[in-house]
């Protein structure tokens, strides 16, 4: 399984900004995808995430500002999109999709996201 991120960037405090994630190779049955973010001060943290079925979890620190969702068009199977909004100066990290099947954890390139205050 191969994942691939795409998106992210500078952008200033209480705008908005998306990120996908793709994946490729041999995804089937229960699995998740979702986001976790890095910065050099706080460890990998759990951000976001998604079931094949359409359940979603969110951290508590980006709930009601962030969304996540998820493209199971044939062309765009197991895509999904981060929708960030109202976001703030400790969303600046870099972001690294993340995909769970069974026990295995799989993880995409991270994206740098910097919001300026």
């Known amino acids: 399984v191969q994942l691939q991120a795409f998106g992210g960037g500078l952008v200033q405090a209480g705008g908005f900004l998306r990120v996908s994630c793709a994946a490729s190779?041999?995804?089937?049955?229960?699995?998740?995808m979702g986001w976790y973010r890095q910065t050099p001060e706080i460890p990998r943290e759990f951000v976001a995430r998604?079931?094949?079925?359409?359940?979603?979890?969110?951290?508590d620190s980006v709930k009601g500002r962030f969304t996540i969702t998820r493209d199971n068009a044939n062309n765009a199977k197991n895509t999904v999109y981060l929708q960030m909004s109202s976001l703030e100066p400790d969303d600046t990290g870099v972001y690294y999709c993340?995909?769970?099947?069974?026990?295995?954890?799989?993880w995409g390139q991270g994206t740098q996201i910097t919001v300026s205050s």
């Open positions: 190779g041999a995804v089937y049955g229960a699995h998740t």
């Open positions: 998604i079931s094949d079925v359409g359940a979603t979890n969110y951290a």
């Open positions: 993340h995909l769970k099947q069974g026990p295995i954890d799989y």
